[in-house]
């Protein structure tokens, strides 16, 4: 009989497995309390576009502080309007890099793909934004650690990442979830073997891999989520 209730909900798209029998993967929320039991008190957002990863966050985790970060002026007239529902979230209007300064960043027709990669097109409108990197962030709010830096910049993580050298030599991060891709040809996320290799280097650990994408003509797998953990970890 069960196999049956399970094979009428699988057939109108349905799926119905007890949460703790998951695999890794399926569900970060379950994979952080139950797989890896890490508490998440203090969460970077970078690339916040208009406050998905902070509501899914809040929704799980309603003590924790969020610092988001979201260069663009209408995503973050967007984030300022949604400001008073959430408690602990501070927003910047910033984006993250290697540098402090200005640079100019490429808008897309999506909103959620705006990116700072040099895109080589004339006709791409652009905008001038707010750069600052992650060390000197921390620095200057007295940040002492982060459980978990969330990326998703299109194609600007290893920058992101070069701006985030201190506090990563220094073991302040424990959880790093970041967009990227497996496939040759994608030209707008992050190579992962790359990722793998510098968060490697900092000692880090790929132990998950959420949110897949499949792109089409041909088949295949796109981009998602993968997420490292800090060996050993001590903050």
Same mark, same amino acid.
Do not use: C
């Given at each position: 009989m069960?196999n049956?209730i399970k094979?009428f909900?699988h057939?109108?798209?349905w799926?119905?497995r007890?949460a703790?029998?998951l695999? &890794?993967g399926?569900d ?5 309390e139950h797989?890896? !039991? ?11 576009h208009? +406050?998905?990863?902070i509501?899914s966050?809040?929704?799980y985790?309603?003590?924790?502080k969020?610092i ?6 209408k995503n973050f ?7 008073n529902?959430w408690?602990n979230?501070?927003?910047?209007n910033?984006?993250?890099?290697s540098?402090i300064?200005? !640079?100019?960043?490429?808008?897309q027709v999506d ?5 700072l990669r040099?895109i +080589?097109?004339?006709?791409? !409108?652009t905008?001038?934004?707010k750069?600052?990197?992650l060390?000197s ?10 459980d978990?830096?969330?990326i998703?910049?299109e194609?600007?993580?290893k920058?992101? =990442? !070069?701006?985030a050298?201190?506090v990563l030599?220094k073991?302040? &991060?424990k959880l790093i979830?970041v ?5 040759i ?7 992962? &073997?790359? =990722?793998?290799k510098i968060?490697n280097?900092?000692?880090?650990d790929l132990?998950?891999i959420?949110d897949?994408?499949?792109?089409q003509n041909?088949t295949r797998? +796109?981009?998602?989520?993968?997420l ?8």
């Amino acid at each position: 009989m069960k196999n049956k209730i399970k094979l009428f909900l699988h057939r109108r798209g349905w799926f119905a497995r007890k949460a703790l029998g998951l695999g &890794i993967g399926t569900d970060i929320f379950i994979d952080l309390e139950h797989k890896l !039991k890490i508490d998440i008190k203090t969460l970077i957002d970078v690339g916040a576009h208009q +406050g998905e990863t902070i509501e899914s966050f809040k929704l799980y985790y309603p003590l924790s502080k969020i610092i988001a970060f979201e260069p663009v002026a209408k995503n973050f007239k967007i984030l300022k309007e949604k400001e008073n529902t959430w408690e602990n979230v501070k927003l910047e209007n910033y984006a993250l890099s290697s540098f402090i300064g200005n !640079k100019l960043i490429s808008l897309q027709v999506d909103s959620q793909t705006h990116s700072l990669r040099e895109i +080589g097109d004339n006709e791409t !409108k652009t905008e001038s934004v707010k750069v600052t990197t992650l060390d000197s962030y921390l620095e200057k709010n007295s940040l002492t650690h982060i459980d978990l830096l969330k990326i998703d910049v299109e194609g600007f993580e290893k920058e992101v =990442l !070069k701006g985030a050298k201190n506090v990563l030599e220094k073991r302040k &991060i424990k959880l790093i979830i970041v967009e990227a891709s497996l496939d040759i040809n994608d030209e707008i996320h992050t190579d992962l &073997i790359m =990722l793998r290799k510098i968060l490697n280097d900092h000692n880090f650990d790929l132990v998950g891999i959420y949110d897949q994408v499949m792109f089409q003509n041909p088949t295949r797998l +796109g981009y998602f989520n993968a997420l490292f953990k800090l060996r050993d970890t001590i903050v």
